[in-house]
């Protein structure tokens, strides 16, 4: 699967599509997924529940969230795909996904393990695509967007989060 081309998602993403190196996915998708795992597991366990300041995320949330928004990419780019780009996808408020997700009772391991699976699940599915599946345009909030779109601001985003981890919260 080859990196999307401008225009094939919100101009939002594009700065998480930066974040991404080759023009080979599973290559790409199993570099990033190595190093996001292996960032979570040596993060201490007393840094868990930090927030860096008031209002604003937990490591551990911040876990929860990466989880989160890969389902939501990886359904999204499964709908556009099986559904031929017939059916428009509302956006989601990442902020009350966080507010709904109690994540105090959670353990970060288990945190991890599911990462981990989710990681291996959605491996399997954005392999499985044809490059011409790959390409195939739905409208998510309104923008254009292909699957492979989808696949790289998975990759991109969890860029993102650990930079953010790294400058402001360690």
């Known amino acids: 699967m080859q990196k999307p081309e401008t225009g094939e998602c919100n101009p939002y993403f594009d700065g998480y599509l930066s974040l991404t190196g080759t023009n080979d996915f599973a290559e ?3 570099a990033n997924t190595r ?5 979570f597991e040596d993060i201490p366990e007393g840094s868990h529940d930090y927030a860096y300041e008031e ?3 937990t490591i551990r949330q ?3 969230h990466l989880i989160d928004m890969e389902r939501v990419m990886a359904y999204r780019a499964m709908m556009i795909v099986r559904n031929a780009g017939k059916e428009s996808l509302a956006s989601v408020d990442e902020n009350r996904f966080a ?3 109690d994540v105090s009772l959670r353990g970060f391991d288990s945190m991890i393990s599911e ?3 989710l990681r291996l ?3 399997y599915f954005f392999e499985s695509l044809s490059d011409e599946e790959s390409k195939i345009k739905g409208s998510v909030a309104g923008y254009p967007t292909t699957a492979r779109a989808l696949g790289y601001i998975i990759i991109g985003h969890a860029t993102h989060h650990k930079r953010i981890i790294v400058e402001r919260y360690l």
Do not use: P, R, S, V
């Open 55 to 57: 209002g604003k995320w």
């Open 115 to 117: 990462f981990k699976a």
């Open 35 to 39: 190093d996001i795992e292996e960032f």
């Open 28 to 30: 790409t998708y199993a």
């Open 62 to 64: 911040l876990l929860q």
């Open 99 to 101: 507010e709904n997700a």
């Open 121 to 123: 699940a959605n491996k």
